[in-house]
């Protein structure tokens, strides 16, 4: 059992920066699979970044080369540093682990076991 809780959203101009956190708790944490997704209103949840027990990273195109997904084990936190933001970029951002995922299942967010309750960011133009 994993509980995870974000924190650090918060309302930005366009360009400005922000740090996501996910705190986890209640397991072994560096074992599982970590993904950020988010969510606008009226759209579908899709998946920004992901990191894996061995610490493999991948980013969805829309973000890749402005957000940077890390995790400290040893705090059992998850981070996601986005640099450049857009107001594309608003959306309630939710981090997701997975003890059994693998990249090819990444993008569905159906696949994952734990969720947090999210935390919202919102981009100014």
């Known amino acids: 059992q994993v509980q995870l809780v974000e924190s650090g959203g918060g309302s930005v101009q366009a360009g400005g920066s922000l740090r996501l956190s996910c705190a986890a708790s209640?397991?072994?944490?560096?074992?599982?699979?970590m993904g950020w997704f988010r969510q606008a209103p009226g759209k579908e949840r899709e998946g920004v970044a992901w990191?894996?027990?061995?610490?493999?990273?991948r980013y969805a195109d829309s973000v890749k080369g402005r957000f940077l997904i890390s995790k400290d084990n040893a705090q059992n936190t998850l981070y996601l540093q986005m640099y450049s933001l857009k107001p594309d970029d608003t959306a309630m951002y939710y981090c997701?682990?997975?003890?059994?995922?693998?990249?090819?299942?990444?993008?569905?967010?159906?696949?994952?076991?734990?969720w947090g309750q999210g935390t919202q960011v919102t981009v100014s133009s």
């Open positions: 997701a682990a997975d003890s059994q995922m693998t990249w090819l299942e990444v993008l569905n967010p159906d696949k994952y076991e734990y």
């Open positions: 209640g397991s072994t944490y560096s074992r599982y699979f």
């Open positions: 990191i894996s027990a061995a610490n493999n990273v």
